[in-house]
């Protein structure tokens, strides 16, 4: 149900203040110390941002998916890391519970991701399942009342600090159809997570790997019928694919902002290097391909609220608002020159950060495999 408009109004202008007054300062924090402060968790704990898509009905705003794609428009203005804190309540480790689980499993956990008590991690990924999600090897062994899972899972986004797994392991044969989803929480026995890998960008987000040594799952934390987990990861990524590319929409607009702020200032042969049509290209290409990836992202939130199938829509905005921020970043370093490569300017920061928006949650290529088979299956 939508909020009504002006309360999300204020929601609106109260994210878009936070992120220049609380967020932006401390950026460059964030990349050194490679954590976001606690006290701007506690800070989004208390403006709801853990539960932004959480149903009402579980204490969270219970936001559409055109209201939650402004938010992550907005929440594009900073540096991504701070978005990925809630980003997984919000998104892929709250969703597959939203979209199959029990009333039950809903009431245990639901109030405390809304809330942000608790975080929480979708694993998927394996050491060699990537692209290729349906072929995960981690094992659920039904025995008696409990799956006795084992397996690792790789670059799980927040694992270290997550209370609560959505696990896809395998119950059946090969294939999509042998794959089941799983609540688990991260206190079981047989449960490790390993060392925040070191990453090119995005510092201030987390990923891990995951083990799990023989973990006894109660049978009543099977999300959905068993074979029926790649289904629920593949509904969970439409959506998530959705809000990656508002938040690549809104890196991009920041981008162009800053861009023209710097060349608005910077003189060369004797005028502001703004004055220059070849650097007025480079602002009109970036703003074009923002606008129509904004389009892509508000047109796809618009069905998904009409209970429209998004998956190719998601896809393509997905994959086209990725490429898009990728060159409105590397135009931004252009403009910027010399400076636009040294750090004390944060332009080769989101350079680096925004290279993750082509490869997770699905690569470009990934995208444009969906989005073909999508259109071949409507019959163009
Ligand atoms: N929504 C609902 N169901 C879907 C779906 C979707 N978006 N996509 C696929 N399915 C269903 C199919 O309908 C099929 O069901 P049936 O068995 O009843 O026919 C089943 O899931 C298997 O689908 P498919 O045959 O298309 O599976 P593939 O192995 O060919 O894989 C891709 C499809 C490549 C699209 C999928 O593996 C994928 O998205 N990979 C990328 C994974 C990813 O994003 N990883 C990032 C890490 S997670 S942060």
Redesign the pocket.
């Known amino acids: 149900m939508a909020l009504d408009p002006e309360t999300f109004d204020a929601l609106l202008s109260t994210v878009r203040r936070f992120v220049a007054e609380r967020l932006r300062p401390v950026e460059e924090r964030v990349e050194r110390e490679d954590e976001v402060p606690d006290e701007i968790v506690r800070e989004m704990r208390e403006m709801g941002l853990f539960g932004l898509s959480i149903p009402e009905d579980y204490g969270g705003l219970g936001l559409t998916m055109t209201e939650e794609v402004r938010v992550a428009l907005e929440l594009g203005g900073t540096t991504p890391a701070f978005r990925s804190t809630f980003g997984t309540n919000v998104g892929?480790g709250s969703q597959g519970l939203v979209m199959a689980g029990t009333d039950a499993q809903k009431a245990e956990w639901l109030p405390r991701i809304a809330s942000g008590e608790i975080v929480t991690s979708?694993a998927?990924?394996e050491p060699g399942a990537?692209?290729?999600?349906?072929?995960v090897q981690t094992k659920a062994v039904r025995d008696g009342d409990v799956y006795r899972l084992s397996g690792t899972k790789r670059?799980i986004?927040n694992a270290d600090k997550a209370s609560l797994f959505t696990v896809m392991a395998r119950t059946g044969g090969e294939?999509?159809?042998g794959v089941s989803a799983f609540l688990v929480p991260a206190d079981l026995p047989g449960v490790s997570v390993g060392q925040p890998e070191s990453k090119m960008g995005q510092q201030g987000a987390h990923v891990c790997d995951v083990n799990f040594d023989g973990t006894p799952v109660p049978a009543a934390n099977r999300l959905g019928e068993e074979g029926e987990g790649?289904?629920?990861?593949?509904?969970v990524?439409?959506r998530?694919?959705l809000h990656i590319a508002a938040v690549c929409v809104g890196i991009a607009e920041r981008l162009i902002r800053d861009a023209v702020a710097y060349a608005a200032e910077r003189r060369q042969f004797g005028k502001p290097i703004a004055d220059f049509q070849l650097i007025q290209a480079m602002i009109a290409d970036s703003k074009t391909e923002t606008m129509a990836a904004k389009a892509l992202v508000i047109e796809a939130a618009r069905l998904k609220d009409a209970g429209e199938?998004i998956?190719m829509e998601?896809a393509a905005a997905k994959y086209f608002a990725s490429e898009t921020v990728g060159r409105v970043a590397d135009r931004a370093v252009q403009i910027y020159g010399g400076a636009g490569y040294i750090a004390d300017y944060g332009i080769e920061r989101l350079y680096r950060d925004v290279r993750l928006f082509r490869?997770?949650?699905?690569?470009s290529q990934?995208q444009q495999?969906?989005i073909a088979?999508e259109v071949m299956k409507r019959g163009g």
Do not use: H
């Open positions: 892929i979708f998927l990924t990537g692209s290729d999600g349906a072929s670059y986004t294939g999509a159809r790649f289904k629920v990861a593949m509904r990524l439409d998530g694919r199938p998956t998601a490869i997770y949650e699905g690569t990934i495999l969906v088979r």
